[in-house]
Structures are given as structure tokens and as C-alpha cells.
């Protein structure tokens, strides 16, 4: 069984670009969900998607968006990022909100 | 509003004793809690988790005591490895609820 895999594992932009990052959910599960880790932090919840649609939205600006495909893949985006949104980004995976499995993390910096 | 801590930021034991990490909530809703082990460059790693309806968990070195009057958990780690050298985080969730809930994690020190 694979696990969760994220893409890429570090990537630097300037502050107003935007970025794309990407996730591969484990085999078998269909709901994804994404959270922030700032350093020296624990994760923050992002937003969950299950079965394609947002299913619960965590304090952050609609900047953050996402989408989930029928693989049950998805990607976060960012728009004009700030430099506040460095930081680990964090993929997990589960069956039902069960069994959370989580990826690498992206490594994201904005200078 | 933190509503998952972890006070001590580090913390450091010998091997082969007993590692105690502390946790503690506010929202009385969460009735679910687990613990994720972190290396550096990966992901968290599922560790052991509790229920509102148990006081005590046990896996293998690993044991988890949920105190619901005090809002308070700890995992308890006996005997303490090298391996167990990591970050851990305590996480809390509420039933229906999408998100787990993070303390900001205790970097845990096994020293030879």
C-alpha cells in the first residue's frame, strides 16, 4: 500500500506570486485534507476535501484554495502569497475521517 | 485561542527510563485524542490514540492516560530508545468535526 506522497519537497517564491502544491492520497482512502505548520508550531488545519467538495474550512483567507480529484489526488493553491505563508505544508489522507495518514510536507518559503 | 498545549517545549531523559510528555486541552468537545511522532524532513506518524469513554490506552512502550476532569493527557514512554529521539504532538478532535486540533509539540531527547 502507498503512502501519501507530496509534491515538490521545498520550493521558494517571491511574495504576490502564486503556487500550486500537489498530494497523492493513499490507496483506499477518499478524503484529504490539508494543514500549515509554521516553525516551531504544530499544524494548523487548512481545509478537508472529501469526495471532490470543501467539507470544513479552517481560519484561513480565500487566498487558500483547493481542489480534489476523482483519484482522490488533490492540490492547494495560494494566491498572492505573503511572506507569513512560510512554512511546512501538510497533506493528509484518510478513509472517512478515519486513520489520518499524512505525507512529507512541501516546504514552502517566500521571500 | 490554543485550545490544545503542550508547555514544555523539550524535554530531555536517559534511556532506557520512563519519557512523560504532557498535554493539555480547553474545549470540552474534543473526545478523541491522539499522539503523532515527527522526524525531522517527514511527515507526523501516527502513535497511539484514546477515546473520551477510556482513561488508559496501552500500545507495546507506549501508554496514554486521559484525565476529562482536568483536560489533561500525557503519553508515557517506558523504556525510553534513542529512536524515540523526535517532536511529538498532541491532537485533538470532536465528533462530526474535519480537522484535528495540534499542540505545538515537545522535542523529546533520549540521551545514551
Known amino acids: 500500500e502507498t503512502g501519501v506522497t507530496q509534491s515538490p519537497t521545498h520550493l521558494i517564491k517571491t511574495r504576490g506570486q502564486q503556487v500550486t502544491l500537489r498530494c497523492s492520497s493513499q490507496?483506499?482512502?477518499?478524503?484529504v485534507s490539508w494543514y500549515q505548520q509554521a516553525l516551531g508550531q504544530g499544524p494548523q488545519f487548512i481545509f478537508q476535501?472529501?469526495?471532490?467538495?470543501?467539507?470544513g474550512r479552517g481560519n484561513f483567507p480565500p487566498r487558500f484554495s483547493g481542489l480534489q480529484f476523482p483519484n482522490y489526488s488533490s492540490e492547494l493553491n495560494v494566491n498572492a502569497l505573503e511572506l507569513d505563508d512560510s512554512a511546512l505544508y501538510l497533506c493528509a489522507s484518510s478513509y472517512d475521517n478515519y486513520g489520518y495518514t499524512f505525507g512529507s510536507g512541501t516546504r514552502l518559503t517566500v521571500v | 485561542d490554543q485550545q490544545v498545549k503542550q508547555n514544555s517545549p523539550s524535554l530531555s531523559v536517559q534511556e532506557g527510563r520512563i519519557s512523560i510528555l504532557n498535554c493539555d486541552y480547553t474545549?470540552?468537545?474534543?473526545?478523541?485524542f491522539l499522539w503523532y511522532k515527527k522526524y525531522p524532513a517527514e511527515g507526523p506518524t501516527f502513535l497511539i490514540s484514546?477515546?473520551?469513554?477510556?482513561d488508559k490506552n496501552e500500545d507495546g512502550r507506549f501508554t496514554v492516560f486521559l484525565n476529562k476532569s482536568a483536560k489533561h493527557l500525557s503519553l508515557h514512554i517506558v523504556p525510553s530508545q534513542p529512536g524515540d529521539s523526535a517532536v511529538y504532538f498532541c491532537?485533538?478532535?470532536?465528533?462530526?468535526?474535519?480537522?484535528?486540533?495540534f499542540g505545538q509539540g515537545t522535542r523529546l531527547t533520549i540521551n545514551p
Open positions: 476535501y472529501y469526495r471532490e467538495e470543501e467539507n
Open positions: 474545549n470540552s468537545m474534543f473526545d478523541y
Open positions: 490507496s483506499g482512502h477518499n478524503t
Open positions: 491532537a485533538a478532535s470532536a465528533e462530526g468535526a474535519q480537522k484535528l486540533v
Open positions: 484514546i477515546s473520551s469513554i477510556k
